[in-house]
């Protein structure tokens, strides 16, 4: 038995090898490309194709920002007490100095009559040491006078004495005439010392009154300045604020008793805004302060706001690896509120003549970029160097012509000289002819019209609005779901867009995947490999039934 099934088997082979050498070799055919994939019972792929042009490119990059308010400020109680009046309610414009609330001031106002009570005390001790001063100021003069009038009777008394020793020498007075008159002059010179004596007390009581006026001085000015200090802490009890702006919440409640450092009032001044964002570090090389960004609303049909870059700060995140990116624009309207999501296009650069693709041309693979392109209706893979980069337009630095043609959607399962139709009904053009040119939706950012080989343009040229609904993402054994949200230029869902989802980090890229559908409508749900937490940037493209695709970049941190 087991020779028959040899024998099965080699005459198996035999008749195999004889049938290819009959359809490969002796009917005259060619012998199969076994590199070659089928394509099923066309011989074409069917695609959709663009053009490298060559003309004015824009770089930009999409991320989603938060409205801040220009300036904020939390109101707060400075003494104790009981809150009176809440004056201003969520929504009230207010001045700067406005009283806003009020404490009661029973014990405050008793500590000013206190402290002007002790000023008053202060003020006529002081008038009593003045006139202390001046009395002994009049004692040094009355003891000057004496001390005058003791010196000259001291100089007369001693020119007496002089006189009569000279009459004693003579014989013309006696002696006891001559003693006696000495004496006198004895007698008047004590009395000379003894007023200066007074004299010099006289003046020790003047700098001692001087002292204690001076004493008395300081005593005012002390209760002068504590009866200001009571009477500036009184008026602590009206609560104002010093800026500004509008009121959004009240944080206590009449009646209630606060302490000093008690958050009373939280005012936000909106004028002007600061619109932030987190920007990835790979894209902080090409933002620079003055750099242009396009600020839409998120799920709003209200026009861009034009801006300029007014703030990078310099610091970037180490988890998140993104760094602060502000523009500070008017907001006489109240437009825009803090809280708000935007997204915030920035340009990264501009190019006057450069050569660009449509953005779904290119694929990417790590830090590698290839283009499939079209000749004679057979494709290649190209490896290309890419430039700036828009919501729908990349420059290629090197690796194209311009003129060439690429494959623009369908390069799913293209390989190396596949033969291709353009699947949309597309005409080749004539040589010399130039292209027919279908409304894009990067049209107005910073290039002409994608040169796409389409027959049939959409009725409207206007970009689709995507809006990422998901903050941040749970993960489950490293994915996560996430609600993108699509409309129309008037603001109206779009159910039956193509919606593909991408998520990379910095460094590294991963392929899309479709978005499904979900019950409400212009929301699409994609199940995302994120494989660990962190800060993500998903790239999303939505493309209509019927125009031309629109791309966004978000950043969404995964936990």
């Known amino acids: 038995m087991k020779i028959v099934h ?20 002796a009917s005259g055919k060619p012998a199969m490309d076994m590199s070659a994939r089928v394509t099923g019972a066309g011989s074409a792929f069917p695609v959709t194709l663009a053009t490298v042009e060559q003309g004015p490119v824009r770089g930009t990059v999409v991320y989603t920002g938060s409205v801040a308010a220009y300036n904020e400020e939390d109101v707060y109680a400075r003494v104790t007490g009981r809150i009176v009046e809440l004056s201003v309610y969520p929504g009230d414009a207010v001045k700067a100095g406005q009283v806003v609330a009020r404490l009661d001031d029973l014990e405050l106002s008793s500590r000013v009559v206190e402290a002007e009570a002790a000023t008053a005390s202060a003020h006529a001790n002081r008038a009593q040491m003045d006139a202390d001063l001046a009395a002994t100021r009049f004692g040094i003069t009355q003891t000057e006078k004496e001390l005058a009038t003791a010196e000259a009777e001291a100089g007369y008394q001693q020119s007496v004495a002089t006189r009569d020793e000279r009459l004693l020498s003579k014989g013309a007075v006696s002696q006891q005439e001559a003693d006696n008159s000495r004496a ?3 007698a008047a010179q004590a009395r000379v010392a003894a007023a200066r004596a007074r004299v010099e007390q006289a003046r020790a009581l003047v700098t001692s ?11 005012v000015a002390q209760g002068q300045a504590q009866a200001k200090t009571a009477q500036v802490v009184r008026d602590y009890v009206n609560i104002r604020t010093t800026i500004a702006g509008n009121v959004v919440k009240r944080l206590v409640a009449p009646g209630v008793l606060v302490q000093p450092g008690t958050p009373v009032l939280k005012i936000v001044q909106v004028d002007k805004v600061r619109l932030q964002a987190n920007v990835g570090e790979r894209d902080l090389a090409g933002i620079r302060v003055g750099s242009p960004v396009i600020v839409t609303l998120a799920g709003n049909g209200t026009e861009p706001v034009t801006a300029q870059v007014t703030s990078v700060f310099p610091f970037v995140d180490p988890g998140a690896r993104t760094a602060v990116v502000e523009a500070v624009v008017g907001n006489a309207k109240r437009r825009l509120l803090p809280g708000q999501y935007v997204q915030m296009q920035f340009v990264t650069g501009e190019q006057r003549n450069a050569l660009s693709v449509p953005r779904e041309a290119v694929a990417r693979s790590g830090e590698s970029a290839s283009v499939w392109v079209v000749a004679d209706d057979r494709v290649e893979r190209r490896q290309v160097t890419t430039g700036l980069e828009s919501q729908d337009r990349v420059e290629i630095v090197a690796g194209l012509d311009a003129g060439e043609r690429v494959v623009r959607r369908g390069k799913e399962s293209l390989y190396a000289g596949a033969l291709v139709a353009d699947a949309s009904g597309a005409v080749t053009p004539a040589a010399g002819q130039p292209a027919p040119v279908s409304p894009s939706s990067h049209a107005g950012h910073g290039g002409p019209a994608a040169g796409t080989t389409v027959a049939q343009a959409s009725p409207s040229a206007a970009t689709l609005r995507i809006a990422l609904a998901s903050k941040a993402i749970k993960l489950a054994s490293g994915r996560g779901t996430v609600r993108v949200e699509v409309k129309d230029p008037a603001g109206q869902p779009v159910a039956d867009a193509k919606v593909e989802v ?13 978005a499904r559908p979900t019950r409400d409508p212009g929301a699409y749900d994609a199940n995302v490999n994120f494989g660990m937490a962190g800060a993500w940037t998903l790239d999303v493209t939505a493309t209509p039934a019927q125009g031309a695709p629109t791309s966004a970049k978000f950043q969404i941190e995964a936990k």
């Open 209 to 219: 009154a001087q002292r204690k006026l001076d004493a008395a001085d300081a005593i």
């Open 184 to 186: 006198m002059a004895v």
């Open 502 to 514: 991408g998520a990379g980090m910095t460094g590294m890229s991963a392929p899309k995947v479709v």
């Open 6 to 25: 040899t024998l099965i088997a080699l005459a198996l082979v035999v008749a195999a090898g004889s049938w290819a050498y009959y359809t490969n070799v």
